[in-house]
């Protein structure tokens, strides 16, 4: 037992030493001895000579060994003083259990209070990485653990690139803390921090303290140091509070408080900077966040979400871990829902502050959805789906509308191992309430009813097949839908929650065009489709081919949705493990009446290991929002040498011949320590006073990050293949 105490305050003292084990130094094995012939609490001594005095003092010398289920003791001279329950060993002592092994001139171990006292000493850990001295090891079941003169270092022996030495160290019995006297921090021989006084926890227990700083330089906000502590309130509340140095804008305060409860939990996230020193205004720059999620009931749920910021550039200049540079909207939310077998109501308020100078949203303020299914006279389903919404705007002279939606569905489904077929029809009824619409086309009072119907049906075929050498099952699997929209004029209509879609493979049997509901197209058109599969032994997808097309058999009607070809581009998409090392993703839509390609997006990676892999991105639009996008990625991952790793990553923007990002990070890891640097450039996309966001001005910086193995391990450490402006994502996934 004193020995497992030992051992939990060395490794709180490491602050983190087994969840920082990764690339750590090798563990000496040191076999504890065969004692399964030992019964409890039974002891076994061998030695050279043993002398007895009248059953009460025993004296063994030559090769002492002494041996129970919980401890070896080894040494050449050992007393056993029955009658003072004192065992003492000298001359080459050597202690060793399941978790450590401590060599000591001087055992001295109270059999009556269980007091173990060990001189001059070297302890080594056999399950953690862990060494270090102590003059004197202290170990009482009623006291604790006191150790004194005590050093502790991950390093080979040998070759200490870093080191603890404390005067003193201890731990009370029962106590959650650890308490450290006169602590020295080496990094070789060279003091590098010195602590009178600190405490520390001893069990994986949340405890209140300063948790690992995070520095880093750019352009934009200078040097920075960040240290944030933590706050330990109750089990199921804590804090984090820290402050942000920055050398070119200032201080700036961070909070963030959590709760839990049984049924609901929650966060609040707060940043201030009360004088941003880059700016010729003294105004006060914020960021807040709240979230909460509950259980109201069994079947009711609230949710809310709610973000705010000082201006457009706070998370351009600050970064967020929350919203990224090219966020344009912070929504604000509250949701209230009920769940059911049959029926599901959600009921929400939907808000919007806007980034930067772009069109103002339209606001849910509120909105209901409902969903109820039933089965009806066997195979048939009645569904309803229903919504209900006020879209408010910011801007005093938009349109204000209120929408109510109907859409009963009758549907015969149909599915088995082999296909899926689907038969449904449909009204659509839709009603509009619009307010400030003078000087406008639209209509006070808008009454909308289309009908639809739908047949949608799939196939799958499989056979056995060589691919490659390999034994593969191919499938086949041809699917088709047609589906009928009937026509009304939505010009009185306004756009509240309507922008068109991008389609791809799956969007082409979604069959719409617009998100939102104020533009529903008319359709008559035919969609057909096949997918192709080739499936390893374990039923792993090796190969991957989809294609589908959109035939329109009557023209649209609709303005907003009038197209000049009878038929949807080509959408095709693959994915293909090449080999075990070589993977490849594309998505590609074609043209039929020009041929020209007009979406695409390409991911192929060579992946040798973990560490090693290199992947290609490329992806290319025609027009979007009346732009072209054409980008070109590469990142690499890299060993360049012994216990070094070199991560890169490059975009450019090939339309506009650019670098739009470069990220290089180098990491240097040996088996106790481990160091990285990291530079990037990329585009700031800051907005000027009038909203403007620019496309030509770029943000550089630098980081440096030390990670001492078993003194600690930052939480907030970066991860240099996913971080930065777009971070790597594997190409696909396969099931």
């Not at 920075?224 to 700036?252: C, H, K, V």
């Not at 201030?272 to 720059?285: E, F, I, Q, T």
């Not at 909105?367 to 195979?379: D, F, I, S, V």
């Not at 082999?418 to 406008?440: K, M, P, V």
Request: charged share 25%; hydrophobic share 35%; with cysteine.
């Amino acid at each position: 037992m004193q020995s497992k105490r030992f051992l939990t305050l060395l490794v709180s003292l490491a602050s983190g030493l087994a969840a920082a084990q990764e690339n750590m130094c090798a563990v000496s094995s040191l076999p504890f001895p065969d004692t399964e012939h030992l019964k409890a609490q039974q002891t076994e001594v061998k030695a050279q000579r043993t002398e007895i005095q009248q059953d009460r003092l025993a004296s063994f010398s030559g090769d002492v060994d002494i041996l129970n289920q919980d401890a070896r003791i080894t040494a050449q001279q050992a007393t056993l003083d029955k009658q003072k329950q004192r065992l003492t060993a000298e001359q080459g002592v050597s202690y060793q259990d399941q978790q450590m092994l401590v060599s000591s001139d001087h055992v001295d171990v109270d059999m009556a209070t269980g007091q173990l006292v060990m001189e001059n000493t070297h302890y080594q850990l056999t399950q953690l990485n862990g060494k270090g001295d102590a003059k004197t090891i202290r170990l009482s079941q009623q006291e604790g653990v006191l150790l004194e003169d005590v050093s502790f270092s991950t390093c080979p022996i040998g070759n200490e690139d870093w080191r603890i030495e404390a005067s003193s160290i201890e731990l009370g019995a029962g106590n959650l803390w650890g308490e450290a006297t006169h602590t020295r921090f080496y990094i070789r021989d060279v003091p590098v921090l010195y602590l009178p006084y600190f405490a520390f926890p001893v069990t994986d227990l949340r405890q209140t303290g300063l948790l690992f700083p995070k520095m880093s330089s750019s352009s934009s906000t200078g040097i920075s140091y960040e240290q944030p502590f933590y706050w330990n309130i109750a089990p199921n509340f804590d804090a984090t509070i820290g402050t942000r140095l920055m050398s070119e804008r200032g201080s700036q305060f961070k909070g963030e408080f959590r709760y839990l409860t049984e049924h609901q939990a929650g966060q609040i996230n707060v940043e201030y900077l009360a004088n941003d020193r880059k700016l010729d205004n003294s105004d006060a720059r914020y960021f807040y966040r709240y979230t909460h999620t509950g259980d109201l009931s069994d079947r009711w749920t609230i949710s809310t979400e709610l973000n705010g910021l000082s201006d457009d550039n706070y998370i351009v200049d600050f970064g967020s871990d929350y919203y990224n540079r090219a966020d344009t909207h912070l929504y604000k939310t509250l949701a209230l829902n009920y769940y059911s077998d049959q029926l599901d109501v959600n009921f929400q308020t939907k808000d919007f502050e806007i980034i930067g100078d772009h069109p103002s949203t339209y606001r849910a303020l509120p909105e209901l959805r409902l969903n109820y299914h039933q089965p009806l006279l066997g195979a048939l389903d009645f569904r309803l789906n229903a919504q209900a919404a006020h879209f408010s705007n910011q801007e005093q002279d938009a349109p204000e509308a209120t929408r109510i939606h109907l859409a009963p569905t009758l549907a015969l489904p149909y599915n088995t191992n082999w296909g899926e077929f689907i038969a449904e029809a449909g009204i659509l009824h839709t009603r509009y309430n619009q307010s400030h619409i003078d000087g406008t086309e639209l209509a006070e009072d808008v009454t909308r009813n289309l009908s639809r119907a739908r047949i949608y049906g799939g196939l799958t075929f499989e056979r056995p097949t060589d691919w490659f050498g390999i034994n593969t099952t191919q499938t086949l699997e041809p699917k088709i839908q047609y589906l009928y929209t009937s026509y009304q004029d939505q010009s009185e209509i306004g756009l509240y929650d309507t922008t068109p879609l991008l389609n791809d493979f799956e969007g082409l049997f979604r069959g719409e065009e617009f998100t939102g509901l104020d533009r529903i197209s008319d359709k008559n058109q035919l969609t057909l489709g096949v997918t192709s599969r080739f499936l390893d032994d374990k039923n792993r997808e090796q190969f991957k081919l989809s294609l589908g097309q959109t035939f329109y058999l009557a023209d649209n009607r609709l303005l907003a949705a009038a197209k000049e070809e009878n038929r949807s581009a080509l959408a095709a998409e693959v994915d293909w493990q090449m080999s075990s090392k070589w993977f490849a993703h594309s998505e590609v839509q074609i043209s039929t009446l020009t041929d020209k390609l007009e979406r695409s997006n390409l991911s192929l990676e060579y992946q040798l290991a973990d560490n090693k892999l290199l992947q290609i991105n490329h992806r290319y639009v025609r027009e979007l929002s009346d732009e072209k996008i054409s980008q070109l990625g590469v990142t690499a991952s890299w060993p360049i040498a012994e216990n070094w790793q070199w991560v890169s990553r490059w975009y450019r923007d090939v339309d506009r011949h650019r670098t739009i990002e470069t990220y290089t990070g180098v990491e240097y890891e040996s088996c106790c320590w481990s160091v990285r640097m990291i530079a990037q450039r990329h585009l700031t996309n800051r907005y000027d006073s009038s909203g403007l966001q620019s496309t030509n001005e770029f943000d550089s910086g630098v980081s440096l990050q030390f990670i001492f193995k078993g003194f600690g391990r930052s939480n907030g450490s970066r991860d240099m293949l996913k971080d930065g402006l777009f971070g790597y994502r594997q190409p696909y996934l396969m099931n």
